[in-house]
């Protein structure tokens, strides 16, 4: 079945105690994105790949990293967590050119910064 | 950059009935405009999407209409399910060979159809 898993589904940490979250798709995707929904926000991207070895930032990418190293795999870094960073993540995927290639995401992780 | 904004947030229909969801953009360049459904626990799904040059496309009981000049899009449904309850987010963006096609999400509703 074609899909982007994302893990965990549900994180619970303190400040400062550095978290990796991981995502993988299974689809051959070159686009590989986070984006963070956070109530009356939406959801708001955070970085993206192009392919592999190659990420840029998206709009909100302060005090998060990424990685691209492998084709399928995408994950996200919070190298010292802040409560400001509580919210439910979203990793999502798609082909690299197509115009409406649609953009599959994952079913989120839940994470809450004490 | 890029503003989407979409309203109502939340929208309340009788089963049966038609909805209508809303959205305006800011950035004239913008020629994709894909919705989203999001159900509870999940991640948003593509139920549809139009392009700059198509004014109107269906899908089943789902409609999207796009009105370039006044820089507005709009989902409709008609004859609403239960299953029809869900988050819907509007997005838009700019395509450019190698570009990073970036998503803006406007902020999403909730739409409860009542049996």
């Known amino acids: 079945e074609a899909q982007v898993t994302q893990n965990p589904r549900y994180l619970i940490t303190v400040t400062g105690k550095k978290l990796t979250v991981t995502c993988s798709q299974n689809m051959n995707h070159e686009y590989m994105s986070w984006y963070r929904q956070d109530p009356g926000l939406g959801l708001r991207q955070i970085y993206y790949s192009m392919n592999v070895e190659v990420t840029d930032k998206g709009d909100v990418p302060e005090g998060y990293k990424v990685s691209r190293k492998e084709k399928r795999n995408f994950p996200l870094i919070l190298e010292s967590p802040s409560p400001n960073q509580t919210s439910l993540y979203f990793c999502a995927s798609k082909a690299g050119d197509l115009y409406n290639s649609p953009l599959h995401f994952g079913n989120g992780t839940r994470l809450t910064v004490t | 950059g890029e503003n989407v904004e979409q309203h109502p947030s939340t929208l309340s229909v009788q089963e049966g009935d038609s909805a209508v969801i809303k959205c305006t953009y800011s950035?004239?360049?913008?020629?994709?405009f894909p919705w989203y459904k999001q159900e509870l626990g999940k991640g948003p799904q593509l139920i549809i999407d139009i392009r700059s040059n198509v004014g109107e496309k269906k899908d089943q009981r789902i409609a999207v209409t796009l009105n370039k000049t006044a820089k507005h899009f709009s989902l409709h449904i008609t004859e609403t399910q239960p299953e029809d309850s869900a988050v819907y987010f509007c997005a838009a963006s700019i395509w450019e060979t190698g570009a990073n096609s970036k998503l803006t999400f406007g902020k999403g509703i909730t739409l409860s159809v009542r049996p």
């Open positions: 950035d004239s360049a913008s020629n994709y």
